[in-house]
């Protein structure tokens, strides 16, 4: 072989080393390194949070803010202290509620009391009203 043919042969095996190298780059490796970056940028937005994306020409709202796992959670535990003192004041109205019906009997035991009572008192007073306007049956004597 001659030089140049040398040359011509080592051009063609480099020209095919980086056109292997370049399909594989292509097809295997920028392919995991771009799912790689999405899912480091994901991982990221999710722990920190990211700002609205927006249109840069219409400046209009694409996806809205992503609020930080730190705010996300401390909104979840205020929901869970709001929903737990909900509890406790469900809690405190039903015996309250409780409370308040065992008043009721009290208060209607207490009035049907009262009615017997003005009935009798009205029996009571009326025999005693009949009673006095009675005719004895005989004068009483000296």
Request: aromatic share 2%; hydrophobic share 45%; net charge negative.
């Amino acid at each position: 072989m001659t030089g140049v043919q040398e040359l011509i042969a080592i051009a063609v095996g480099v020209t095919t080393l980086l056109g292997a190298v370049g399909a594989f780059w292509v097809k295997v490796l920028k392919p995991r390194i771009e799912a790689g970056r999405k899912e480091a940028t994901a991982v990221r937005d999710a722990i920190l949070g990211r700002e609205p994306i927006t249109d840069s020409i219409t400046g209009r709202e694409i996806a809205p803010a992503l609020p930080g796992i730190g705010q996300r959670m401390a909104t979840v535990e205020q929901a869970l202290v709001t929903l737990a003192d909900q509890g406790r004041r469900l809690g405190d109205l039903e015996d309250e509620q409780i409370d308040h019906g065992e008043r009721l009997d009290k208060l209607e035991a207490a009035q049907v009391e009262r009615v017997v009572t003005r009935a009798e008192s009205t029996a009571a007073w009326r025999a005693m009203e009949a009673a006095v306007q009675a005719e004895p049956d005989q004068e009483a004597g000296p």
